[in-house]
Each structure stands twice: as C-alpha cells, then as structure tokens.
C-alpha cells in the first residue's frame, strides 16, 4: 500500500489531470459524481489531514511567530487582491468574479506541505502557516469576500463561517484528536491516507467540472489565464515576500508556495454553500484544483535544484 501511495504522490499532478480532461470533454462518464458529495469529499481530505497533524506542528508558531504571522499577512493580503485586480482587469462576469474571489480568500491548500517538502523548503513552516490559516479562515474568509464583492453580489458570511467550521476545522480538529489518543494506530494508516486524499480531490474535480463542463467550455480561454496567472503570481509575490524579509532560501520556498496554493476544494464549496444562484462561481474553484496540482509539482522540480 505503501508503494501505491508514493506512486499516486508521484504523479498526483497528471492522475487530476487526466480525470479532469475526461470530466470536462466527456461528462457522461463522471455525472454519477454528484455535486452534493462535494463537502463530505472535502471533509475526508480535512480529516486525513488532522490525521497526520500533532500538537507538535504548532510549536513552529511559537518558535518563529515572525516568519507565521509574514505568510499568514501575505496570504490574506496578497492573494485576495490578486484575485480582485486580475478579476477586474479581465473583465470577468460576476459569477466568475466570485469563484475567483473564493479562491483568492481560502486559505492555502493542504498540498503545500508536500510540494514545500519535496522542494526542499521549510516543511515546519509550511504546516505551522496552513494550520494558522486554516484556523483563521472562519473568520478571515467571510470578512475578505464581503469586503470584495459587497457591491457586486450579496455575500452570504453567515453561510460561509458555518460551512468552514463543518467542513474543515471539525474534521482537522477530530483528526488530530484522534491522532493524539490513537496515534499508535493512525501511524499504521499513515500510508493509505495519500492515497485517499488523492481520490477525494480527484472525485471534487470530477463532480464540478462534469456537472458545468458546458459552462467552463463556454467561458473561453479567459477564466484558464486567470487561474493560471493568480497561481504564478502569488507564488512571485510569496518568494519576492521571502526577499524582503531577508529569509533563507527553505523559508522563501515555504512561503511562497503557501501562497500560491489555494485550498480550492473549499473555495469550490463555498461557492454552492454561499452563492447558490450563481452556478459559474464554482468553475474557477475547479480549474484552480487541477492547475496548482500541475504547477506546484513542476514548481517542486525546479526549486529542488536550487
């Protein structure tokens, strides 16, 4: 099982893309995926997650609290705005702008521990900043996606705190409990919960893109250079970020693919949770979790030689 999971690991990044492909130009074979799965997906990702997290990964924040608090206020701050001014700059509708919005408030995706790990970066840093973001998202996200479309649409923050409380810190918190009581028994599943994981990221992609295949098509190129440019730009801001601070070469890398990574999956139910009227909203959510699978594992090559 062990082999299995680091094969899946190892090619995460095409096995989405593959799924994708087949879901957005032959939706038939993966409408039985339906959409109302989609949270208990994300929550199984969230639970393994809390699975493999220890009280010990928070320790980082009190060691470095200045290094945490630098890519938390980053990735708050600089991928929000990405997302509004690239919105705008593009001219997306308000339904894209919205999916788009969701994307740049999420916090970072849980993948960034393990592109940071396979590019030599700071790991510890890496966890100590998700798990601060994460915990800060009921919070920060509604606020951040009010504060951006509050003149484009209603933004439902109520919805939204609930739903990332259900969704992701529920399960994070009963995953590390679970690890703390039972951890002589989660190691031994340590190595099936990749794998696990990756199915459920792989079944999100499929539910989404399948169910607005004719959407995303519909959209034009226009959606995919947004995506792709919010992706690449925050990981720029996020190394540039490192720079200024005059951080090491581990830690810049942590950083900046902290903020380059977006947990999509939660920006994707977030959309249908908060924003049930505008169905575009969760496409960029969805092309978001195939792209930075893709990115981050060429972003892992590069950094590794450095």
Same mark, same amino acid.
């Not at 396979?118 to 509604?142: C, E, H, Q, R, Y």
């Given at each position: 099982?062990?082999?299995?999971?680091?094969?899946?690991?190892?090619?995460?990044?095409?096995?989405?893309?593959?799924?994708?492909?087949?879901?957005?130009?032959?939706?038939?074979?993966?409408?039985?995926?339906?959409?109302?799965?989609?949270?208990?997906?994300?929550?199984?990702?969230?639970?393994?997650? @809390?699975?493999?997290?220890?009280?010990?990964?928070?320790?980082?924040?009190?060691?470095?609290?200045?290094?945490?608090?630098?890519?938390?206020?980053?990735?708050?701050?600089?991928?929000?705005?990405?997302?509004?001014?690239?919105?705008?700059?593009? +001219?997306?509708?308000?339904?894209?702008?919205?999916?788009?919005?969701?994307?740049?408030?999420?916090?970072?995706?849980?993948? &960034?521990?393990? $592109?940071?790990?396979?590019?030599?970066?700071?790991?510890?840093?890496?966890?100590?900043?998700?798990?601060?973001?994460?915990?800060?998202?009921?919070?920060?996200?509604?606020?951040?996606?009010?504060?951006?479309?509050?003149?484009?649409?209603?933004?439902?923050?109520?919805?939204?705190?609930?739903?990332? $409380?259900?969704?992701? $810190?529920?399960?994070?918190?009963?995953?590390?409990?679970?690890?703390?009581?039972?951890?002589?028994?989660?190691?031994?599943?340590?190595?099936?919960?990749?794998?696990?994981?990756?199915?459920?990221?792989?079944?999100?992609?499929?539910? *989404? *893109? &399948?169910?607005?295949?004719?959407?995303?098509?519909?959209?034009?190129?226009?959606?995919?250079?947004?995506?792709?440019?919010?992706?690449?730009?925050?990981?720029?801001? +996020?190394?540039?970020?490192?720079?200024?601070?005059?951080?090491?070469?581990?830690?810049?890398?942590?950083?900046?693919?902290?903020?380059?990574?977006?947990?999509? @999956?939660?920006?994707?139910?977030?959309?249908?949770?908060?924003?049930?009227?505008?169905?575009?909203?969760?496409?960029?959510?969805?092309?978001? &979790?195939?792209?930075?699978? $893709?990115? +981050?594992?060429?972003?892992?090559?590069?950094?590794?030689?450095?």
């Amino acid at each position: 099982m062990k082999k299995i999971s680091e094969v899946i690991g190892k090619y995460m990044a095409w096995i989405v893309l593959i799924i994708a492909a087949l879901a957005l130009f032959v939706p038939g074979t993966c409408l039985w995926i339906q959409t109302g799965w989609i949270n208990y997906l994300l929550m199984i990702v969230m639970f393994g997650m @809390g699975l493999t997290m220890k009280l010990s990964d928070f320790a980082v924040v009190f060691a470095r609290p200045r290094d945490v608090i630098i890519g938390c206020l980053a990735q708050f701050i600089v991928m929000p705005l990405l997302a509004f001014g690239l919105g705008k700059a593009f +001219g997306l509708s308000n339904e894209l702008l919205v999916g788009v919005i969701l994307v740049g408030t999420c916090p970072g995706g849980t993948s &960034s521990n393990v $592109i940071t790990y396979l590019s030599k970066g700071d790991t510890a840093l890496s966890v100590g900043m998700t798990s601060i973001n994460t915990l800060l998202a009921p919070f920060l996200t509604p606020a951040l996606t009010y504060l951006y479309l509050r003149t484009t649409v209603n933004v439902d923050v109520k919805s939204m705190f609930v739903s990332i $409380i259900q969704v992701v $810190i529920v399960p994070i918190g009963l995953g590390l409990m679970i690890n703390k009581l039972f951890g002589k028994y989660t190691q031994k599943i340590s190595d099936v919960l990749p794998t696990v994981s990756v199915t459920a990221i792989c079944l999100i992609v499929a539910a *989404v *893109v &399948s169910h607005n295949s004719e959407k995303i098509l519909s959209t034009g190129l226009v959606i995919f250079a947004v995506v792709i440019l919010h992706n690449l730009l925050g990981y720029l801001c +996020g190394y540039l970020i490192g720079v200024l601070f005059k951080m090491d070469l581990p830690r810049k890398k942590a950083v900046a693919i902290e903020i380059g990574m977006q947990n999509s @999956g939660l920006a994707t139910t977030l959309a249908g949770a908060a924003f049930p009227n505008l169905a575009m909203a969760t496409v960029p959510g969805a092309i978001f &979790s195939v792209w930075h699978n $893709i990115s +981050g594992a060429i972003l892992a090559g590069v950094l590794n030689k450095l």
